[in-house]
């Protein structure tokens, strides 16, 4: 379970996240073992990436975002339509150093 992030760490990713593209897309199929180890990797070496996710349904694309959140260990900064940022602090090495909050 990733810790929760207070709304000035969110705000912050938010504004980091502002210029990044999507790096993995949710297709029909839903979250796969193969999408679910791809965002581990993703998340492992930017720590915050931005998802697409190609549901016409709201409700089975917020199960979907909170699936992928739980199964990879990252908390959800924001979701906007079809588009969810998710953070993961890098067990590795750490680049975002987020404000206190």
Do not use: F
């Not at 073992?33 to 349904?57: F, N, R, S, T, Y």
């Not at 900064?77 to 680049?95: C, F, H, Q, T």
């Amino acid at each position: 379970m990733p810790a929760a992030l207070s709304n000035p760490q969110k705000r912050y990713l938010r504004g980091l996240a502002h210029g990044l593209k999507p790096v993995l897309m949710v297709g029909a199929k839903g979250i796969t073992e193969p999408l679910a180890a791809e965002a581990d990797l993703a998340l492992e070496h930017h720590e915050l990436v931005k998802v697409k996710v190609a549901a016409g349904d709201r409700e089975l694309r917020d199960r979907w975002i909170a699936e992928l959140c739980e199964r990879s260990g990252a908390a959800l900064v924001d979701r906007i339509g079809n588009v969810a940022v998710l953070y993961r602090r890098s067990r590795e090495k750490p680049l975002i150093a987020l404000p206190r909050g």
